[in-house]
């Protein structure tokens, strides 16, 4: 078993040397949420009760569409480096390796099918 030094816990080079950078990037995506998920509700509620013409026209514009697709990717990146994490922690051996491949393809398919669904493309 090695030691890890003060130097390398600082600078965030334990044994995995990724754990720091997945904090980070889960910190980061989880401040972005903090302020797409308003920005995201009042999108959305700003279109209930319009028909289904008003629906489309509403997220086909510039702002609600681009709330709604930032919303959507910085959502499921955040979901998919958790997903990971947890697969780490409790799968193990070539359990793992397949299982993060199946979530990471699964939630790339569902991302991309909801931004396919919009009415820009």
């Known amino acids: 078993m090695r030691y890890i030094t003060p130097r390398k816990a600082a600078t965030g080079l334990g044994s995995s040397r990724s754990g720091t950078a997945h904090h980070w990037h889960l910190t980061v ?4 949420m903090v302020i797409l998920t308003p920005l995201f509700l009042i999108a959305v509620g700003q ?3 319009l028909p289904q013409e008003g629906v489309v026209a509403h997220f ?6 681009i709330i709604t697709a930032l919303f959507v990717i ?9 997903t990971r994490i947890m697969l780490d922690d409790y799968v193990h051996g070539e359990a793992n390796k397949l299982a993060v491949i199946a ?5 790339v398919a569902a991302m991309t099918a909801s931004l396919l ?5």
């Open 29 to 32: 995506s989880s401040y972005a």
């Open 103 to 107: 979530a990471t393809h699964l939630w």
């Open 74 to 82: 910085v959502g499921m990146i955040h979901f998919i480096k958790g």
């Open 60 to 65: 086909g514009r510039p702002v609600p569409g």
């Open 117 to 121: 669904a919009s009415p820009w493309t």
């Open 47 to 49: 279109a209930i009760g």
